[in-house]
Each structure stands twice: as structure tokens, then as C-alpha cells.
């Protein structure tokens, strides 16, 4: 171990502590932001898995049914016929609590009788028959964790309320639930358990059952019993196991995740060349002392491994506080992407995260690794320094300027591929290599973009603002090996926002467009539910004919939508009325309308295009669909545009689906309205006609708005980590240029010497990196397209499979090129205040 | 006496662009052990170039460089720096001292790459400082120092691992003129003793008076020149 030249490098940093500070803050946001997003995802994914298993106990199997649950009848069958004891039938709905902030409570009913084999470790206290038995003396009792009563504000048989469905729902608490570990007793928060029977009662399920658990043996009787099984039950229940059931709850996710990490990931490759712009200006920095080295004939070898351990320890210590930031930032993203999730896809509850092997692992490989590669160019360009005799300032920027215009070809080159990646390959691995080959040939024509357009405004700038303004313009090119890094990262991280920008926009710009071609109806009537974004609570029966009866409209439409079980993910079934009237409100992506409508009416149903994309359906094609009469081969007639579920929609005539699903509910009511009628005048009298019931009724207006409103909150994980990003590259922006210029304090020094006075610095010092952030800016423009492009055309079709109109929105460029362009100066500001201040002779002394 | 430089018809050019400049030609040179050359001729003569290569930083484009009878001409960058780290001891104009390391420890770093370390390595870097009359000043930051003192560790640092062959590039260029002299006596005073071979460039007549032999270079022209000193 060669202490003293150890000693010669490593002291470098902590003669410039923040500039060490700065790249270490920078690993560790990139970091952060990608273990974050993980850590919260896989908290809401584990809460939900825990909680599912918690309520499954240890079923087997479970009879799962249609849309309207499963006949009790099937319940006696299986005790009777197959004579299988160990089957538990089980009721669940959701109820909110009446507290600020309110939380979503999951009822799980159970019969008391059944229970034993089950659910044995959510002991009341007291015993679990004792517990259970309480459930039977006392209408409306429930069970629950300590911490959800204290929570709830409710204490042992004593009456307190939630709401249902919209409506207040009073109940009593019987017992406690307690159960040994901590994991477990997690899972019971929010949990209300309660007897079969009320359950059914409180929510609207009279008379039928939302699955059965079973225990089926794995031995020959246990086969025995899965064929007996198959001949009783009827074509709608079928057989699943509990992990089936969940782990296709939760692919439902899949995209949003996806869209997150390819987000993160932008981040990392920002704080990726944090780190290369750190690294790199080390280098630059001690090319004398590193030529010094070399003459002293310390070998390229060793000088390639003292910079690769000082980027490594840098690495470390970033990785380590961005695991610390990680855990931070994922407690605080958690709420929003538990948000989303309830919002679009399924209610979960979860509070706290739950940290796991999988996502630090990730969060340290991807941290250590990033930096390794961001290491590689500047270890290679240390290592390559001449020995100090030799080292010329001047030629190794020549030897830079020859390499511009390579490099630009390279890069151009680089940015094709990654479009012709994007493009021809529709795979999300292929789109993120893309995307990444994209970002890295814009770095690479960076440096050609920033000498072009220093010669062309070159004589603008002398003739409006003079020599200094001259100079500083010749300053960025003279020394383009430096300005070129720093332009190059600002204008990734600009890019970027302009991308985010772009995309948000576009999806609002379409998503409002299709609200306003599809809906059409004055005012909507449904229930209130727990998932904002569906409709599956039906509305109470006798809705539909009463406000059918109202005077003074023209018509009612009627819609049931379900979650329709397919092999892999749900998805969205929706059962309508249509008439001639609404064919207008559809938008297709393939068919024929002629055709469509009369097949529609026949036997045919429509899918949206998701689906399509997702499955790989056309026209012409079948869809398998699970029925109450069995699996039903139905003709596909139609794809059209839809924005509401990646999981995909199919459509059919409400008729229709009431022959094929015993259903006869429905979940919400458009209602027409003559032309100059005033529809919040009956959206009150609608309200006024069901005093006790809760319903929710609004105006087109008003839904369009709260379907915005969700829109937008879906977003809200987006800004954030698009502000995150813009953070990092300030972060990097404002090291690049600080070290930058510092190092050129002996330069200032002459220049104070011969005359110019500390305000004439500061200008000088700040065009510079004005200019810098103005060619980041330009560059960053057409650059920011390409990659909203990638984000909207190609990334957001694979993974949700949706056609966005490209939003072009001349503000997100004009805030972009305000931002790099003020970026760029506050981070000229440090290193301006202090070469102004500096006396010429010190700074001439230095060296 | 053993030869420990021979060059024999070294030259080098640069290219520069489509014309290419010749700045050494035909170069023929012998020092042997226990010499102490000055070397000598107007600036962009080829002085440092020619330092260069008999170094090992840079290579001639032509001809054999001997150096302690091994062509370092024909060696691979990575064996040439192993070469120099070795038996190469040198001195600049500027620039000399590292600056985050302290003058002692600046001094052990010759030391310490060749393998030498502990104890006996700090007795040797003390010793040499002594002989430089700074160990006084051992524990130091360079740029504390003024610019004689700084020379004076560089040339300590240059002797400190006993090269074969110890190389000065004006290492007075920047002192006023007692001090420089200062220097170049240590220096040829310290080189001596020991027997090996001393290249320095300089400017100044008595220092050149004061070595063995004085060699003149003519824009790339060796010119043996033993007898009379005409700078
Ligand atoms: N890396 C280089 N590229 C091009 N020309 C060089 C380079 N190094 C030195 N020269 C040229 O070689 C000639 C000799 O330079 P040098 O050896 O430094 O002279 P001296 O040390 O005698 O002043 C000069 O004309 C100089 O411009
Ligand atoms: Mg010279």
C-alpha cells in the first residue's frame, strides 16, 4: 500500500470538501428516488398480499363466482353433496370511517359455525369461540385489531358508526382481535370482522356470497373431491387458489409501475452524470499533479486505481445516503401511490412501509454500478495524462475541438438507433435501451450544438454588450473539454422536464378530449365507491325506474360495469344501452361503423384498445368471456379509443349481459336532458327523490372535473419526481460550474491585474454560464421532443397501450429555456462572488 | 566508467496538421557515470524535448536511446515509467512539488515507489532534506515555502532513491540568480558524490563553467562543444 501517493490524491477532496459534498448528494438522490419508488410500490404490493392472506387464513381453494357473487344455495351444496366440511363461506365489502382523515375500513364476514379450520390465528381475546360466539349475541357486532378501534375512537361494547356505501352504518364493538407477531397484527389494521349474515345486510348482498373458502387435501380424497366439485357447481363458480386470486389482483399495477421505474431510472441516469461531471473535473483539476505523477513514474495504472477509489468511496457514501434519503422519501411517496392504486385499480390499506431484501439490493447495485460506469471515462482519461513536461494546456483542448465533430456524428448516429430501437422493437426492455441511447447521443452532439451556436452569436454578443461579452463567448469554446460536460448535463436534465412536461400534457389534452366526445349523458347517477375511478357498488334497486318516471327527461341510459376475470389480469366489462343517439360518443381505432353497430345489437361485443394491444385482438377475432352460463366465445366487432383503464374494456348490450350474468343490478344512470334544459336544476331534483339513499349525482360538468381531478392525481407521483430530477441536475449543474470556474482563478487574477475591475469579473463570469445554460436550453428543446415522443408513443403504448394525441405546448418550452437559463446563472453566482473578491496577487500566487 | 546515456541519431518531430516540425535531428550523445553535463541553446531549441526522451516521457521517432544499457526507445509506455520511476531522478522549472503532500512526504514518494518504506525510508528523506538544509521545514505545505526552498526539495526528491541519471529542465527559471546558482551547486555538488550522471539545462555561465562538459544544441543540432562556453 503506497501511503504517501494515496495520500497526494485523496487529500484533494478534502481541500475541496463541498465539491466532494455535491457529487456524493448527487449518487444519492438518483439513488433515493429509485429505491423510494420500489420500496413504496413493494409496501403496497406486500400490504395487500398480507392482508389478503391474512383474511384467507389457510384455505386451499377458493369458489370464486360472477359479478353478483355466488348463490348461498352452492354453500349447502358443497356441505350436503360433496360433504366437505372444511368450507368457510365469506362476505367482504369496504366502508370508510368517519374520521379526519378517513380511512378505508374492510368488512369481512364470516360464519361463526365455519370458522375454525380458517381463521384460528385472529384470536379474540378471550378465546376465538368465545369471540365468535359475540358475534352471534348482538346485532350489528364487530371485531377488530386494538389499533383500529383506537383508531376508530371505539371502546368494548360500546356503539359506534361508519359509513357504507355513503350512508352511516351504526355498529358495536364486541371483542378484540390479537394475534402473536407484528407482521400479522399489521395486516388486521383496518380490519372489521363481522357475522356472515350482517354482513350481507349492511351490504346489499342479501342472499348471496363473494367466495368460499376451502381446504381440499392434497391426497386421493382431496382429488376425489376437486371432481365431485366440477359436477355440482354451477357454470358461473369457479375453482382458484387464494394465491392465484391475489397475484392477479395485483398485476393489475404492472404499468403503472412500469411508467414509475422508467421515471426513476431518468433520474439515475441524471445523477449518473452528476457523478461523470464530478469525476471528471477531478481529473481536470489535477492534471498537473497527475503529470507530475506520471514523470515521477508513478504508472497509468496506479493512477487509473487512485481515481477509481476516490470515485468509489464517493459512490459508497452517496449510495448509503441515498438508501438513508430512500427510505425517507418511499414513507412519503407511499401515500400517493396508495392513492393511485385505490383511485384506478383496488382498495389497499397501508400506512407504513415495509422494507424488503429486494429493493435496497437494487437501490445499492444500481447506485454502485451507475457510478462505476459514470467513472469509467474519467478513470480512462487520468490514467491517459501525460507526464508533466509534456502536458499542454492548449493542445489537449485542440486535441477536444478535433474530437467535436466525431463525437456529434457518433452521437447522431447513437440517437437514430435509439429510434430505430424504439420503434421497430415493441418490447419495454428494448424501448428503455432506446430511450437511453437517445439521451446519450444528445450528450454527444451537445458539444458541436454549444460551438455553433457560440459562433453565431459571437458578433451579436461583442456588438451589443462588448469585448467582455466577447470573451466570455470565446471562453466556453476555448475551453469546451469543461463547458461541454456541464452544457451536456443540464441539458439532459432539462430534457427531461420538457419530456415530463410534454407528456402530462398530452395525456390531459387527450384524456379531456375523450371525456368530452364520451360523455355525453346531462346528469349521472350512481353509488358511491370506495375506488374513485369505478363503478362496480350497485345502485340500489328501484333507481333506474323512479328517476326513469321523472318528468322533464328525454331519456335514461343504463350501465353495469364489472370486473370480468380472465386468465391473466381483469378487466373492465361494461354493459350498456346504446342507441343511434350515442354512437357519436364512440371513437374507433379499427372497424367498420356501419358494421359495428348492427353486429353490436346481434351478438357481437366491442373491446377498447388496450385490450386489443394487450392481447393481440382485431376485428374478426373472439373473446373468451366467463359467464354465469359458462365460458362464452364472443365476436370482437370493434376496438375503440378508450383512456379510462389500461386493463382494458370490453363492451356489450345490457340485454345481453343480463341473459348471460345473473345480475340484475346496475351502476349508474346517464340521464338525458331536452336541449335548454338545466341539468344542476336536476341533478337537486334527483337528489331530492331519494332522501335516505346515498347516492351520488352530478352533472356532466362535474364528472368531467372529477374525472380530471383523479387524472391529475395519478400525476402527482410524476411531479414529484420530476421536480426530484430537476433538484439532482441543479445539484450537478451547480458543482460543474463552481469547480469550473474556480479553477480558473489564477486566469481572473491576470485579468484583474491588467485592469478589469470586480464588476467586470462578474459579468464576465456570468455570461459564461448564462450562455452555457442558453445552449443547454436550445439543445435541450428538440431533445425534450424526441424523448416525449419516446415517453408518449412508444413507452406510455407498451405499457398501457394507449394512442395520445401529441400535445405541443409552447410554454413547457419556454419555462424549460427560462430554467437552465437561471440555473445556470444562480449556479454562476458562488464563483463569481468569489473570484470578484479575490486580491489580483493571491490569485496570481496560487500554483 | 560505465555509459549510462547514448543516443545515437534520436529524432523527433511533431506533426502538426499536414506539416510536420522537426525539432530534433540526427541527435548523437554519450554521458558517462559520475558526469555532469550542461546542456545549453536559445529557447525552442529542442532542450526539453530532447530531456524528454532521454526520460522516457516521450519517444524519438527515430534512433536508439540507450539509458543504462537498455534501449528505452524499444520499451512499452508501462515499462518505461517503471524505468523511470527507477533510475530517473528529476527537476523542473515549475510546477515541481505535489501539493497536497508535505515536503517530507514529497520527498518519501520516490521512496515509497520503488518499494521502499517505514523506518528506513523516513531516515533517507530526512537525510537527503538535511543535505538541502530543510528538515527544518519536513512537516511544511509546499506552497508555504518560497521558490528557492521549493527547488531545493525537488532537487532532494530527485536524488532521494540514488538514480543512475538525474535530469534538470531550468530548474532556476524562475529565481533570481544567487538563488539559482544556489541550486545548481547543490545539485552538481549532490550528483557528484555519488557517481552518477547529471543532464541540466541552464542558462547561466558559471554553472555551466562549473560542469564537466558543456553541450550546445543549435535548433535540433547537437553541437559537442567542451572547451569554450559561449551562451
Ligand atoms: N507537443 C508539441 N507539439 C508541437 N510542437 C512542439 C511540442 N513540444 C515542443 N514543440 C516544439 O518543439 C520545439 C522545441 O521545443 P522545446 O524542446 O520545448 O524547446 P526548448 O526546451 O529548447 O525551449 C519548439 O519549436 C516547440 O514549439
Ligand atoms: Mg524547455
Given amino acids: ?847 | 566508467m560505465s555509459m549510462i546515456v547514448e543516443l545515437r541519431n534520436v529524432e523527433k518531430w511533431y506533426d502538426e496538421g499536414t506539416t510536420r516540425r522537426q525539432v530534433l535531428h540526427g541527435v548523437d550523445m554519450h554521458i558517462q557515470a559520475g558526469e555532469r553535463v550542461a546542456l545549453v541553446g536559445k529557447s525552442g531549441s529542442g532542450k526539453s524535448s530532447l530531456l524528454n526522451i532521454i526520460s522516457g516521457i516521450d519517444y524519438a521517432n527515430a534512433g536508439d536511446v540507450i539509458i543504462g544499457g537498455s534501449d528505452i526507445n524499444q520499451l512499452s509506455e508501462a515499462a518505461r515509467t517503471q524505468f523511470r520511476r527507477k533510475h530517473v531522478g528529476f527537476v523542473f522549472q515549475f510546477f515541481n512539488l505535489v501539493p497536497t503532500l508535505t515536503v517530507l512526504e514529497n520527498v518519501l514518494l520516490p521512496l515509497e515507489l520503488n518499494g521502499v518504506m517505514g523506518a528506513t525510508a523516513h531516515t533517507r528523506a530526512m537525510q537527503m532534506l538535511d543535505q538541502v538544509g530543510l528538515a527544518d521545514r519536513a512537516s511544511t505545505a509546499p506552497d508555504r515555502l518560497s521558490g528557492g526552498e521549493q527547488q531545493r526539495v525537488a532537487v532532494a526528491r530527485a536524488l532521494v532513491h540514488d538514480p543512475l541519471l538525474v535530469l534538470a529542465d531550468e530548474p532556476t527559471g524562475n529565481l533570481d540568480s544567487d538563488t539559482g546558482e544556489q541550486i545548481l551547486q547543490l545539485l552538481t555538488h549532490l550528483t557528484g558524490a555519488a557517481g552518477r550522471a547529471l543532464l541540466m539545462v541552464t542558462h547561466s555561465r558559471e554553472v555551466a563553467a562549473s560542469a564537466d562538459r558543456v553541450v550546445r544544441i543549435q535548433a535540433g543540432h547537437l553541437v559537442d562543444d567542451s572547451t569554450g562556453v559561449q551562451l
Fill in chain 1, 1 to 847: 500500500m503506497m501511503r504517501v501517493l494515496w495520500l497526494s490524491t485523496l487529500r484533494w477532496p478534502l481541500r475541496r470538501p463541498w465539491q466532494a459534498l455535491l457529487a456524493i448528494v448527487g449518487v444519492a438522490m438518483g439513488v433515493a428516488v429509485v429505491i423510494a419508488i420500489d420500496i413504496a410500490n413493494e409496501s403496497a404490493r406486500r400490504a395487500f398480499l398480507l392482508s389478503t392472506a391474512t383474511v384467507t387464513g389457510r384455505a386451499t381453494d377458493q369458489l370464486t363466482g360472477g359479478p353478483n357473487g355466488i348463490p348461498e344455495a352452492v354453500f349447502r351444496r358443497i356441505r350436503v353433496d360433496v360433504g366437505l366440511r372444511e368450507s368457510a363461506p365469506v362476505v367482504e365489502g369496504y366502508a370508510t370511517s368517519v374520521t379526519t382523515p378517513t380511512h378505508t375500513l374492510q368488512i369481512l364476514g364470516i360464519d361463526p359455525f365455519s370458522e375454525a379450520p380458517f381463521r384460528s390465528e385472529l384470536t379474540p381475546s378471550g378465546g376465538l369461540r368465545d369471540g365468535l360466539a359475540q358475534l352471534l349475541t348482538q346485532p350489528d357486532a364487530v371485531l377488530m385489531s386494538r389499533a383500529t378501534a383506537t383508531m376508530l375512537g371505539a371502546t368494548l361494547g360500546q356503539p359506534f358508526a361508519v359509513t357504507i356505501a355513503g350512508a352511516r352504518q351504526p355498529m358495536v364493538l364486541v371483542g378484540l382481535l390479537e394475534t402473536g407477531d407484528a407482521a400479522t397484527q399489521r395486516a388486521l389494521d383496518d380490519l372489521l370482522i363481522t357475522d356472515i349474515g350482517v354482513a350481507q345486510h349492511w351490504l346489499g348482498k342479501v342472499g348471496q356470497l363473494d367466495r368460499i373458502d376451502l381446504i381440499i387435501p392434497a391426497d386421493a380424497r382431496g382429488a376425489a373431491v376437486r371432481t365431485q366439485l366440477a359436477t355440482v357447481l354451477p357454470p358461473g363458480v369457479r375453482l382458484t387458489t387464494p394465491t392465484q386470486r391475489a397475484q392477479s389482483t395485483t398485476e393489475m399495477t404492472a404499468s403503472f409501475e412500469i411508467n414509475l421505474n422508467a421515471l426513476s431510472l431518468l433520474a439515475l441516469v441524471v445523477g449518473m452524470f452528476l457523478i461523470y461531471n464530478t469525476m471528471t473535473f477531478a481529473v481536470v483539476q489535477r492534471r498537473p499533479l497527475l503529470g507530475t505523477l506520471r514523470c515521477l513514474g508513478v504508472s497509468q495504472g496506479e493512477i487509473a486505481r487512485l481515481m477509481l477509489v476516490e470515485g468509489s468511496v464517493i459512490a459508497v457514501l452517496g449510495t448509503a445516503l441515498g438508501i438513508a434519503l430512500g427510505i425517507g422519501l418511499a414513507q412519503l411517496l407511499l401515500g400517493l401511490v396508495a392513492r393511485t392504486i385505490n383511485d384506478i385499480y383496488f382498495v389497499v390499506t397501508v400506512n407504513t412501509i415495509t422494507l424488503t431484501f429486494w429493493p435496497l439490493f437494487k437501490g445499492v447495485v444500481l447506485g454502485l454500478l451507475a457510478s462505476l460506469v459514470a467513472l469509467a471515462i474519467p478513470t480512462w482519461e487520468a490514467a491517459r495524462t501525460p507526464p508533466r513536461t509534456v502536458l499542454r494546456r492548449s493542445s489537449y483542448e485542440e486535441q477536444t475541438r478535433r474530437l467535436v465533430p466525431i463525437l456529434g456524428w457518433l452521437g447522431l448516429v447513437l440517437m437514430l438507433f435509439g429510434g430505430v430501437v424504439m420503434w421497430q422493437i415493441p418490447f419495454i426492455l428494448a424501448s428503455y435501451v432506446g430511450l437511453l441511447a437517445l439521451t446519450l447521443g444528445a450528450a454527444m452532439v451537445t458539444p458541436i450544438a454549444t460551438v455553433a451556436v457560440m459562433a453565431a452569436i459571437r458578433p451579436l454578443a461583442v456588438r451589443l454588450f462588448g469585448l467582455i461579452a466577447g470573451m466570455a463567448v470565446r471562453d466556453v469554446v476555448t475551453s469546451l473539454s469543461r463547458t461541454a460536460v456541464a452544457v451536456a448535463a443540464l441539458m439532459i436534465a432539462v430534457a427531461v422536464t420538457i419530456a415530463v412536461g410534454l407528456m402530462v400534457a398530452s395525456f390531459r389534452l387527450t384524456v379531456v378530449d375523450w371525456l368530452t366526445t364520451t360523455i355525453r349523458a346531462d346528469v349521472f347517477v350512481s353509488a358511491p365507491a370506495i375506488t374513485a375511478n369505478r363503478l362496480d357498488t350497485p345502485l340500489p334497486a328501484g333507481v333506474y325506474e323512479k328517476v326513469a318516471a321523472l318528468p322533464g327527461i328525454d331519456r335514461v341510459r343504463r350501465y353495469r360495469s364489472t370486473m370480468l376475470p380472465t386468465d391473466t389480469t381483469p378487466v373492465l366489462q361494461i354493459a350498456l344501452d346504446v342507441t343511434e343517439a350515442d354512437h357519436a360518443a364512440f371513437l374507433w381505432a379499427e372497424g367498420d361503423p356501419a358494421q359495428i353497430w348492427p353486429a353490436f345489437n346481434r351478438d357481437a361485443i366491442i373491446i377498447s384498445e388496450p385490450l386489443a394491444l394487450r392481447h393481440r385482438l382485431h376485428v374478426g377475432d373472439t373473446f373468451m368471456m366467463r359467464t354465469d352460463r359458462g365460458d362464452v366465445a364472443m365476436p370482437i366487432v370493434g376496438v375503440f379509443y378508450d383512456y379510462g383503464t389500461e386493463l382494458g374494456v370490453v363492451m356489450q348490450p345490457i340485454e345481453r349481459y343480463q341473459q348471460f350474468f345473473d345480475d340484475p343490478h346496475l351502476s349508474s344512470l346517464g340521464v338525458y336532458l331536452p336541449t335548454d334544459a338545466d341539468s344542476e336544476a336536476m341533478v337537486t331534483t334527483i337528489r331530492d327523490q331519494f332522501p335516505t339513499t346515498a347516492l351520488m349525482v352530478r352533472s356532466n360538468r362535474t364528472l368531467r372535473e372529477s374525472s380530471v381531478a383523479i387524472l391529475d392525481r395519478t400525476f402527482a407521483i410524476t411531479n414529484v419526481l420530476q421536480l426530484l430530477a430537476t433538484i439532482v441536475a441543479f445539484v450537478g449543474i451547480f458543482a460543474a460550474l463552481t469547480a469550473m470556474q474556480l479553477e480558473r482563478v489564477r486566469e481572473f487574477g491576470m485579468l484583474r491585474a491588467i485592469g478589469l475591475d470586480p464588476r467586470q469579473l462578474w459579468q464576465l463570469v456570468l455570461s459564461e454560464t448564462g450562455l452555457m445554460g442558453l445552449v443547454a436550453g436550445l439543445v435541450a428543446l428538440p431533445v425534450g421532443t424526441a424523448m416525449a415522443w419516446a415517453l408518449i408513443f412508444v413507452i406510455n403504448r407498451i405499457s398501457f397501450g394507449w394512442t395520445l394525441q401529441f400535445a405541443f405546448e409552447p410554454h413547457i418550452y419556454l419555462n424549460a429555456l427560462i430554467t437552465a437559463i437561471v440555473a445556470a446563472l444562480l449556479a454562476g453566482i458562488v464563483p463569481a462572488w468569489r473570484i470578484a473578491r479575490i486580491a489580483p496577487a493571491l490569485a496570481l500566487r496560487e500554483e
